[in-house]
């Protein structure tokens, strides 16, 4: 799954720069599953990407220091910025995600409105890489949280009662404006969530990831075969299971 993602985002990027003179936009997931598509992006071989290019930002943060071991942006710098060639202005992590969690929501939304192409008022992502909890959250828009009812920020403070902290997170409204957004699953562990986001009816304040769902972008999901194997495909379904497609 990590190996097509790296090529299909390669592909994606490299098409945006032969037809824009903006950069690409990309949103990164934080968690387990993403850090093999880092690394694989991080071991590309030099030119294939121009990184000199591209605009990373970050989907969630985590209410730590950037160099603690559960920050999302140690994670990306580990796996990915420390490999690669890419201006450090082009590289926008949240700032202060240790601090007050408004304060640096606030920061970050007003970061991405000045630095990012706008459409319909919205900060323009080209491509956001989201994950899936086992509850069906995805980024930092938990289940009965705050975040999911956000119709107008592009970025907010989200207090998660089962963590007992405060999150930093893309909203719904940012993430459906995307020119692409790619659910990464991966994981026998993800079965059941993965057969909620597909086939429950929807319902976002149990199941957040049925926010998501992009107004005129292109909505993906990729997953492993551990993930999909034992998931109840309803007998009209249009989805075919990987092993199906040419």
């Known amino acids: 799954m990590?190996?097509?993602?790296?090529?299909?985002?390669?592909?994606?990027?490299?098409?945006?720069?032969?037809?824009?003179?903006?950069?690409?936009?990309?949103?990164?997931?934080?968690?387990?599953?993403?850090?093999?598509?880092?690394?694989?992006?991080?071991?590309l071989t030099p030119g294939t990407v121009d990184w000199s290019r591209v605009c990373l930002v970050w989907g969630d943060e985590r209410p730590v220091a950037p160099d603690h071991v559960d920050s999302n942006f140690r994670l990306v710098r580990e796996n990915l910025l420390d490999h690669i060639e890419i201006p450090a202005t082009n590289v926008l992590p949240v700032a202060g995600a240790d601090g007050d969690p408004a304060q640096a929501a606030s920061d970050y939304a007003q970061l991405l409105?000045?630095?990012?192409?706008?459409?319909?008022?919205?900060?323009?992502?080209?491509?956001?890489?989201?994950?899936?909890g086992d509850d069906v959250h995805t980024a930092s828009l938990f289940p009965h949280s705050a975040a999911i009812s956000e119709e107008t920020r592009c970025f907010v403070e989200n207090y998660v009662d089962k963590l007992g902290c405060w999150r930093l997170s893309l909203t719904a409204p940012i993430l459906n404006a995307a020119g692409a957004v790619v659910f990464l699953i991966a994981g026998e562990k993800k079965r059941q969530a993965l057969q909620a986001l597909w086939f429950a009816d929807r319902n976002p304040q149990l199941y957040p990831a049925h926010l998501i769902r992009p107004r005129s972008g292109h909505l993906w999901t990729m997953v492993d075969q551990s993930a999909v194997d034992g998931v109840e495909f309803p007998n009209d379904s249009q989805v075919r299971r990987i092993g199906e497609l040419n």
């Open 2 to 43: 990590a190996q097509h993602a790296c090529e299909w985002l390669v592909a994606r990027i490299g098409d945006h720069l032969q037809q824009s003179e903006q950069p690409f936009v990309l949103a990164l997931s934080g968690g387990s599953t993403p850090k093999r598509l880092y690394q694989l992006l991080g071991d």
């Open 113 to 132: 409105n000045d630095r990012l192409p706008k459409v319909n008022g919205l900060p323009q992502l080209d491509c956001a890489l989201l994950g899936l």
